[in-house]
T-cell receptor
Framework: QQQVKQSPQSLIVQKGGISIINCAYE??????FPWYQQFPGKGPALLIA?????SEKKEGRFTISFNKSAKQFSLHIMDSQPGDSATYFC????????????FGAGTQVVVTP | DAMVIQNPRYQVTQFGKPVTLSCSQT?????MYWYQQKSSQAPKLLFH???????NEADTPDNFQSRRPNTSFCFLDIRSPGLGDAAMYLC?????????????FGNGTRLTVT
């Protein structure tokens, strides 16, 4: 049973545009929500993460917005660049384990020149 | 550079023929993980080690085993690979076992079963 639902499955955006990826979770044992970025042929790498003591976290062109009451969080990529083309995974702690992450199904982002 | 290294990058095995995938780390992290990632799907945790303590996920098939002989190395053994085991296998490490300890992934081993 999928605890973390991620949408959309894929996204095409023009260079300079905004990419938005959404995730919804059910229950968690711990409040910590990371996003991982995966390029083809590579393993995922931590991109940005948020703890819900804040509703938003920004690092460069990447911003996480968090809505605890709705159990939703999203990733915004501002001024999207071709080099941002990758698969993005959100993750949330599993409800039965504070030490285990559950990943969303991933969003493939393609930024066209 | 400190990193997580997986060998080989590509592995082809025959149906039912045992295969071993390897992972090494220079990060000196306490925790090592094995994930299975099928095409266009999320990584799925198979098991992890905190130091020498082994933790198996409830839904990991018995066909999958792991060994961690020392801090730096961890192996994934698939005793009798089936066609459904074809996937990318990702090794990851973290300094500690909490979810707020970032995962450091290797580049994976893509397993093909013929």
């Amino acid at each position: 049973q999928q605890q973390v639902k991620q949408s959309p499955q894929s996204l095409i955006v023009q260079k300079g545009g905004i990419s938005i990826i959404n995730c919804a979770y059910e229950n968690t044992a711990f409040d910590y929500f990371p996003w991982y970025q995966q390029f083809p042929g590579k393993g995922p790498a931590l991109l940005i993460a948020i703890r819900p003591d804040v509703s938003e976290k920004k690092e460069g062109r990447f911003t996480i917005s968090f809505n605890k009451s709705a159990k939703q969080f999203s990733l915004h990529i501002m001024d999207s660049q071709p080099g941002d083309s990758a698969t993005y995974f959100c993750a949330a702690p599993a409800p039965d384990s504070w030490g285990k992450l559950q990943f969303g199904a991933g969003t493939q982002v393609v930024v066209t020149p | 550079d400190a990193m997580v290294i997986q060998n080989p990058r590509y592995q082809v095995t025959q149906f039912g023929k045992p295969v071993t995938l390897s992972c090494s780390q220079t990060l000196n992290h306490n925790v090592m993980y094995w994930y299975q990632q099928k095409s266009s799907q999320a990584p799925k945790l198979l098991f992890h080690y905190y130091d020498k303590d082994f933790n198996n996920e409830a839904d990991t098939p018995d066909n999958f085993q792991s060994r961690r002989p020392n801090t730096s190395f961890c192996f994934l053994d698939i005793r009798s690979p089936g066609l459904g085991d074809a996937a990318m296998y990702l090794c990851a490490t973290s300094r500690e076992s909490g979810v707020n300890s970032p995962l450091h992934f290797g580049n994976g081993t893509r397993l093909t079963v013929t």
